[in-house]
C-alpha cells in the first residue's frame, strides 16, 4: 500500500525510517511505557531491528512532531477480516498526556473510513490500562467487550502463564461519519 504522510495541527504521521531507531528506543526501552505492552523493554539493538521491519511493514506508522521532525510515538492498523481493521497506539512517555495519541489516532482513523473504506475499527488493551481507556472513548468507539484471563504475554517463575484481562472497542464507519 501506498501511504501518504498525514499531517494534523501539531504532527506529521509517516512511514516509519530505519534511521528511526535512536527515537523508537527511547521510549520502547522505557518500562513505564511498555508495562502492558507484550514484550519487555526493548534494547538499542533491538530498536534498530525493530525500525527496519516497521519502515517495512503497512501496518505501523511513525508519529512526529511537526516542528522538528522528533518521532514520538507510533500507531499501528492491521488489518482484518470483513474491512475490520484493528487500531493500536504507544507513545514516549515525555509526549503523553498532551492530545497527541488522540490527534494522530483520530487522522489515522480518518484515512482508514474515508481511504482504506473501513467498515469497522477495533482496539483492545489490558483492563487495567485507564489512559488506553479514556483515548478510545475520545475516539468516540464504545466498549463491546471485558474478556477475563483471555491472554498472556509472560510466565511466572514456575512457568506458569501471568494471565490477564483485555477490554475490546470498537467504532464503526456509520458511527464515525455521524461524528464527524
Known sequence: ??????ETQRLIIRKFKPSDYTELYDYLSD?????????????????????????????FFAVTLKDSGRLIGNLYLGKRQFDTFELGY?????????????ESATALLNYTFATLKAHRVIAE?????????????????????EFKQNIYFKKDSFGNPIWQDTLQYAILS???NRKE
Open 1 to 6: 500500500m501506498t501511504f501518504k504522510p498525514i
Open 31 to 59: 518500562i513505564n511505557v511498555v508495562r502492558f505492552e507484550p514484550y519487555e523493554p526493548y534494547s538499542l539493538e533491538q530498536a534498530k531491528r525493530e525500525a527496519e521491519f516497521r519502515s517495512n511493514s503497512d501496518e
Open 90 to 102: 504507544v507513545f514516549d512517555r515525555n509526549w503523553q498526556m498532551c492530545g497527541y495519541a488522540t
Open 125 to 145: 488493551c489490558h483492563s487495567l490500562n485507564y489512559r488506553s481507556h479514556k483515548l478510545m472513548e475520545r475516539l468516540g468507539m464504545r466498549k463491546e467487550a
Open 174 to 176: 456509520s458511527e464515525w
